[in-house]
């Protein structure tokens, strides 16, 4: 008898694996799997081991919990209040993304006229790369000074101490990505 879960886990790896353009012999092959354990795994017929479906989730790129969640639709409008977003002072900062990619976290700051924020030094070996979509913001980077202004990048080691600042008497908008160290293993 085919459960919920077991519906939920085969659509998800089938839409996983067609939205990445791979055939069932494909993905089998990367993941180190049989290809009739793949099949059975999209029919909705397995009951697989939890190392199964680990080498799934490594080789579709995704976790556990999205293998195992209801499946998503196609698309979705999410409105921007539904974006997580928080306050440090004066600065906002929000994900521009609604769901989680894996080691991959893209915000964007608004940062008002006059205001700073601290960074959070991240992992060893996470790097980050902060651009300017409007005005001027003033990066520190272990004691270095950069300037950006309007689509100038920086890229630097997100585990240092870091911080960011609007000097000027206008609001400034940057966006920063973080590509985190992948977990020892």
Request: aromatic share 4%; net charge positive.
């Amino acid at each position: 008898m085919e459960t919920s879960s077991s519906r939920h886990l085969a659509e998800n790896i089938r839409q996983l694996r067609e939205g990445r353009g791979l055939t069932q012999q494909q993905i089998s092959r990367i993941a180190g799997i049989p290809r009739a354990t793949w099949s059975n795994l999209e029919s909705g017929s397995a009951n697989p081991t939890l190392s199964v479906l680990t080498r799934v989730a490594d080789a579709l790129q995704t976790r556990l919990e999205e293998l195992l969640g209801a499946p998503r639709t196609a698309s979705r409008h999410v409105k921007a209040a539904e974006l997580f977003a928080r306050k440090r002072g004066q600065v906002e900062v929000r994900r521009l993304l609604p769901e989680a990619l894996p080691g991959l976290e893209i915000e964007r700051m608004h940062l008002p006229a006059q205001s700073s924020m601290t960074g959070v030094p991240h992992t060893p070996g996470t790097r980050e790369y902060l651009t300017v979509e409007q005005g001027e913001v003033e990066l520190t980077v272990g004691g270095e000074l950069f300037v950006l202004a309007r689509g100038d990048v920086v890229m630097f080691r997100g585990d240092q101490k870091h911080g960011y600042r609007n000097a000027s008497g206008r609001e400034a908008v940057a966006y920063s990505v973080i590509a985190f160290a992948p977990a020892a293993g």
